[in-house]
């Protein structure tokens, strides 16, 4: 794969044997210094795809590189899974997130770290105030690209990327490729290889799919059903943030240990809640969106949908939370009578219909329109709308940025 002697002895010792799929197709291309656009779901090795080629290259040619990421969470999570490999090679990373005092950071920036991770608003305040240069960034990554676009930051990315004015490699990846990432990976990447290990929008392969129809009165009864049939790990995700407090008091009267994470939480709550799901102090975890993609546990069992995500591909960032690292997972999906349209789209998007449960005391609900499946036309054709072909695979799939203040301090 290209990996020199001293990064294979980091990845011995780290018992990295094995590479993932995308691993062993983007790292030969990234040591090439080709730029990349990265599409495979979460849970899939991402983080090493870029992180080892990135660390190797600025081992032996220096500069810095810089990770682009849409929230805290995931930011944290890349710096921890970073750290084993930049020790080795006696190098730092820092990271640039919201809810942590600037003073600290700027500190950080000061001793000249070899990768920077940031989200983009909290990156465009430092540059803002001339606290950062950017002008020694050679190895840009822009990781869950999608996300950053779906919660506004495109205005910011484009600013910070305006800033890499050296910039000799980028790395894009995502588990869905958008129009509107294509039109950025046009504007800013030269001539990108594609690197792709399922389509976009596929869940994957290892988490089983479950579908509830039942009233919104009923779901309550349905999630402690499902904590009695599911003894490990459960990721719970709601629509609001009023609606996750009201599920973790209710979980918590069930008996189970539960945490909650939201943008109402501070950072501190959020870490702490984080830390406590991983090393099993808390069997539950209620959030919203906001961690769809900032969780990394290897050994979560189920995942829940209490309420339907906004849009149709955060339901594959939220059930690949399970089914992680080659582990099987169940994900089960909790829709009311009225929401037949938002399973369509769903399935739609992951190309399969998601199979109904068969948990008898919850299944006389009904989708208003005659359900979500979809029908047999005469000879066997699908209807309209809905995925032809085999029903059952192929799969399981703010503010504005500012200009650039150079040099400034």
Known sequence: MGLAPDMLKVLYKLKFVTPTPIQHQAIPIALEGKDIMGVAQTGTGKTMAFGIPTIQRLASEGGQALILVPTRELALQIAEALEPLLIPFKMKSVVLIGGVKVSGQI???????????????????????????????????LDEADRMFDM????????????????????????????????????????????????????????????????????????????QKYRGTVLVFTRTKLKASR??????????????????????????????????RYRVLVATDIAARGIDVSMIELVVNYDLPDDAENYVHRIGRTGRAGKEGHAVTLATPTQ??????????????????????????????????????????WSSGRPKGNPQGPGFRSRTGRACKRNAK
């Open 107 to 141: 500190s950080d920036i000061k001793c000249n770290p070899d990768v920077i991770i940031a989200t983009p608003g909290r990156l465009n305040d430092h540059i803002y105030q001339g606290t950062i240069d950017l002008g020694r960034v050679a190895v840009v990554v």
């Open 152 to 227: 506004g930051f495109e205005p910011q990315v484009k600013s910070v990327l305006r800033c890499v004015t050296n910039k000799k490699q980028t790395m894009l990846f995502s588990a869905t490729m958008p129009a509107d990432i294509l039109k950025l990976a046009t504007k800013h990447m030269e001539l990108p290889i594609s690197v792709e290990i399922a389509p976009s929008g596929t869940p994957i392969k290892d988490v089983s799919q479950e579908l509830f129809i039942v009233k919104e009165a009923l779901k309550n009864e349905v999630l402690k059903m499902l904590l």
């Open 340 to 381: 037949s349209h938002d399973i369509h789209k769903i399935e739609n998007l992951i190309r399969m219909p998601l199979p109904r449960s068969g948990q008898t005391q919850f299944t006389n609900a009904d989708f208003d329109d005659g359900g979500s499946g979809p029908t047999r036309r005469p000879g066997g054709r």
């Open 247 to 280: 599920v973790t008091r209710n979980v918590r009267a069930m008996g189970a240990k539960v945490a909650e994470i939201h943008s109402n939480r501070s950072m501190s709550q959020r870490n702490q809640a984080i830390t406590g799901f991983k090393r099993g």
